[in-house]
């Protein structure tokens, strides 16, 4: 955040406290993502769908859920990351993307935190 | 500073759009085009984040289930069917894939492949639908909808449900075991329709957006509303990503 | 500078309110149904929620009326119940929750900031009429027989064993959740994306900040009360278990979540309150205040540290020893950043020039009265004494104290404060002191001998108790007849004063911050020239600077 602003500056746009060449501040166009990433993207979540399926069907014992939960956590950053433009996007979406995420684990973490210690695996 | 608030009963007026040039879509509070698209898209962002967590009071509450009564949520997942539900996630991913692809369009001004786009978006998202509705079709015709003449016998008995028993070859559950099956497809049929409620309204926007697009209004430059639509298509996805593997692949080695 | 008071008005006799200004600039219904403008849909939201306070509190007059005798003699024990159920519901998700932000928030955050509006108009309307739709469920509710679970619909009561209206209530709750929603995430856009030039993140005044760690708590705390809501209607409709026992559900899945929303619900109450007195004792004190960074920072200290403590409501509903002491621990922490702002303000106030003006009357009741509840709140914390206080009056007196005592107080503060600058009227000050002083005097009557006859034991939510306890009801109830004409005053004379107020001018308590910079009420557009800020909040020398190179009185 810039504090050296000159008030006597003509302002073309409003609201900023940063340098106007800081890339990673602003979600308008600057970039657009090309299909070529696109389509190496969804092929990748095809095949990643193909593989959670093959995976369960082995017997893995506790590995399974883990195997299946990571999977899907991997297909759905690349989602986040190129088709929902975040690795493009500002500081700020990833910050907002990072406290959504943050915020649920919470809600999980603590509540299961409560089952865990005094009713776990067992009713 | 400059301001001139004042006491002055003499505003003063903009004249129409003399005094400053910003396009048509530019709305008045802004200061900027730049400011307006950066304002949107941070607040759809802040939508989805509600979503995040109106979901995850759904995800915790199946954590804690599927911890307590495991053999119910295996043989309740042994009751969806892999088939329906891969072929589901393949048609969702590749309507994200359209979905993104439209957004492209939008940003190089290519109004017929935009609407080509949103239209292939639209048919995944009803293809979609249309394989949910056969799978719920398949649970009413066997009783596993809660609350509804809900049926514990393909849990008790298994053999009597010989199209899962012949794959599965599950033993049968105890009573209280076999009852805390209604909790699973409880959980389904929330985390599900849900989705299923969501994916509903993005179809009525995508509808919109079609016939708005083939008028030319989001390939003149002007794009949030494409864009943050596709967010809203892409979070639809992400959510599925999770239900997939949790519902449907519970212990499904045979 | 004068004598007792700072307040410089503009010559009455020549003094005008300004023709042109956000209320005279369109005539007609629709033209305030219809409105994107923040500040007349802050007046639409101002007029409906003392409509449901006035409601709420009539609620409260019954309850206290019931009190004043051992029996349940006023009404029955199941009527009694609908009561404070409907009280809890109205005050809590109608009058307190959008009371400062959709009022004071959506009036002067774009102000503050050097805006035109807020980010989102359209969705701002759209706020006020999930509100309303909210409330007409809530009146509806009332009239077609109540709902008697209390207002936290602890479960498997709400689920199974009632006959009443739980799901006419949570839909109510569900849409007034959305419109609070909307605000808190109009909020965000607006403070991110839309400060003028030169208004940097710490020159922001301290009401922005509040409402800005509010606002977080809206977006991602309520989301989660929806769920809730949405998981009792399934289950008292078709059954589907997740809370039943006998169909191996979990009840304190349902309080998990539900006060995963509910602690956080109560910054959302208190913080843009804070706000209001961070201003107010500035202005009133003539110095800016202290520790900007400290008080800036604790307001988001708040907010992150308030979801991590839902668990205290629950300490006694059989959730495990290990998970009380983690959450117990946490609870006490959450003090910490609400101590730091009331050590700030009374810094501030340290060598300040404070002179008594309503709005500082009220400021000075929320510190004492917030710190009191705010300490009682420590007690709670700790596992061992909450096992015995929880479910008796010591909790309600705790919640009431910072919730009126606290809250409402500020509320008040606030809408004398920014009553100049909303309807370019000053208030009465002689009488609105007076109202201020009935209010604190009520006030403690009623909610402080409720702390002694809840250590003592008396259970809330009971309509009758043991006889021992009548002499301190007693004084409660007459402490809350007394509150009630210290709250029924200021709706009187602030209606008055619309005709009959004296002409506040621009700047009548010659305060720093951009909305005392324009005229009273303001223009629609706030400003006619997006300004460029220079300065810190609260700088009042450079005040005394423009003062003399151009006079804003008059």
């Not at chain 2, 007026?13 to 949107?40: I, K, L, N, W």
């Not at chain 3, 913080?271 to 960074?293: A, D, N, Q």
């Not at chain 3, 009758?464 to 709706?491: D, K, M, R, W």
Request: charged share 10%; hydrophobic share 50%.
């Amino acid at each position: 955040m810039s504090t050296h602003h000159d008030p006597h500056q003509p302002q073309t746009h409003t609201g900023h406290d940063h340098d106007p060449n800081e890339q990673d501040v602003h979600d308008t166009l600057n970039h657009i993502v090309s299909p070529v990433i696109y389509i190496v993207v969804g092929a990748a979540l095809l095949v990643l769908t193909g593989l959670t399926v093959l995976a369960a069907t082995f017997e893995l014992g506790p590995w399974n859920p883990v195997i299946a939960l990571f999977i899907a956590c991997l297909k759905a950053t690349i989602v986040v990351l190129f088709f929902m433009h975040v690795k493009y996007s500002s500081k700020l979406t990833k910050l907002t993307v990072g406290a959504g995420l943050f915020t649920f684990l919470t809600l999980l973490a603590m509540t299961l935190s409560d089952y865990a210690s005094r009713a776990w695996g067992r009713w | 500073m400059t301001v001139h608030g004042g006491t002055s009963d003499q505003p003063v007026v903009h004249g129409a759009h003399a005094e400053h040039e910003h396009p048509p879509y530019q709305r008045h509070h802004f200061e900027s085009m730049e400011q307006q698209v950066d304002a949107t898209s941070f607040a759809m962002w802040l939508f989805l984040l509600t979503e995040i967590m109106f979901f995850g009071g759904l995800f915790t509450a199946y954590l804690i289930f599927r911890n307590w009564y495991y053999p119910a949520f295996v043989a309740g997942s042994h009751q969806l069917s892999i088939l329906w539900g891969t072929l589901n996630t393949g048609v969702l991913i590749t309507s994200s894939f359209t979905m993104a692809m439209g957004v492209w369009c939008a940003e190089v001004r290519r109004k017929g492949g935009l609407v080509l786009c949103l239209v292939l978006t639209f048919v995944l998202g009803i293809v979609f639908l249309g394989i949910k509705t056969i799978e719920y079709s398949e649970k009413i015709e066997k009783h596993h909808v809660p609350g509804f003449h809900y049926s514990l016998k393909s849990f008790t008995d298994p053999q009597s449900d010989p199209e899962v028993y012949k794959d599965y070859r599950d033993k049968a559950l105890a009573p209280d075991m076999a009852r805390h099956t209604e909790v699973y497809f409880s959980l389904y049929f929330a985390m599900t329709g849900m989705h299923a409620l969501h994916m509903i309204i993005g179809i009525a926007i995508l509808g919109f957006m079609i016939y708005k697009a083939q008028a030319g209004a989001y390939t003149t430059g002007h794009i949030t509303f494409v864009e943050n639509f596709g967010l809203y298509w892409h979070s639809v996805d992400i959510i599925w990503i999770f239900l997939f593997p949790l519902l449907y692949l519970i212990s499904r080695h045979s | 500078m004068s004598s007792s008071t700072i307040v410089s008005l503009p010559d009455q006799s020549t003094a005008r309110v300004p023709k042109v200004n956000f209320l005279t600039k369109e005539n007609g219904l629709l033209s305030w149904l219809l409105t994107g403008d923040h500040k007349r849909i802050a007046t639409l939201y101002l007029i409906s929620i003392t409509f449901f306070f006035a409601i709420g509190g009539v609620l409260a007059g019954l309850i206290r009326l019931e009190l004043l005798t051992p029996q349940s003699d006023l009404m029955a024990t199941d009527t009694y119940n609908k009561v404070f159920t409907m009280h809890g519901v109205i005050m809590i998700f109608l009058f307190l929750v959008p009371s400062v932000p959709a009022t004071l928030g959506n009036f002067l955050i774009p102000i503050m900031i050097g805006a035109k509006d807020l980010a989102l108009p359209k969705i701002n309307l759209l706020s006020w009429y999930l509100y309303v739709v909210g409330g007409i469920l809530v009146l509806y509710t009332m009239v077609s027989g109540g709902v008697d679970t209390g207002w936290t619909f602890t479960t498997p009561l709400s689920t199974h064993y009632l006959n009443t209206n739980v799901l006419s209530t949570g839909l109510a709750i569900f849409v007034a959740g959305f419109s609070s929603i909307f605000t808190g995430l109009n909020f965000l856009v607006t403070i991110h994306k839309m400060r003028a030039p030169g208004m940097t993140w710490f020159r922001l005044p301290l009401f922005v900040w509040a409402n800005y760690a509010a606002s977080i708590l809206m977006v991602l705390g309520t989301p989660v009360l929806a769920i809730a809501i949405v998981l009792v209607a399934l289950e008292r409709t078709i059954g589907i278990g997740v809370f039943d026992p006998a169909k191996g559900g979990d009840p304190l899945l349902f309080q998990h979540l539900f006060w995963f929303y509910s602690h956080p619900a109560v910054y959302i109450m208190i913080l843009p309150g804070m706000g209001v007195i961070s201003e107010v004792i500035s202005t009133f004190s003539r110095k800016r205040v202290f520790g900007y960074t400290a008080v800036a920072f604790s307001s988001v200290a708040i907010a992150v540290f308030g979801f991590f403590v839902w668990e205290h409501h629950m300490f006694i509903m059989g959730v495990s020893n290990y998970s009380t002491l983690v959450f117990s621990l946490l609870t006490m922490l959450v003090a910490v950043p609400s101590a730091i702002k009331i050590f700030n303000w009374s810094f501030t106030l340290y060598k300040g020039s404070i002179t008594f003006e309503t709005p500082m009357l009220y400021a000075f009741g929320f510190m004492g009265l917030f710190t009191i509840g705010g300490l009682t709140g420590v007690f709670l914390a700790s596992t061992g004494t909450d096992i015995h206080l929880t479910e008796t009056y010591f909790i309600v007196a705790h919640f009431h104290f910072v919730m009126v005592g606290g809250m409402l107080m500020a509320f008040l503060a606030g809408i004398h404060f920014w009553w100049p600058k909303w309807t370019g009227r000053m208030y009465p000050e002689k009488i609105s002191q007076l109202a201020a002083l009935v209010t604190f005097i009520g006030f403690n009557f009623t909610f402080f001998p409720q702390f002694i006859v809840g250590t003592l034991g008396m259970p809330r939510r009971y309509a009758a108790y043991p006889a021992e306890f009548q002499v301190l009801n007693v004084f409660s109830t007459a402490g809350a007849t007394i509150l009630g004409v210290g709250y029924l005053l200021p709706i009187l004379y602030l209606t008055w004063s619309l005709k009959y107020g004296e002409i506040a001018g621009s700047n009548p308590w010659q305060a720093t911050g951009l909305e005392w910079q324009i005229q009273s009420p303001p223009l629609t557009e706030n400003f006619t020239e997006i300004p460029i800020v220079d300065h810190d909040a609260y700088d009042y020398e450079w005040l005394e600077r423009k003062e003399k190179e151009v006079p804003s009185v008059g």
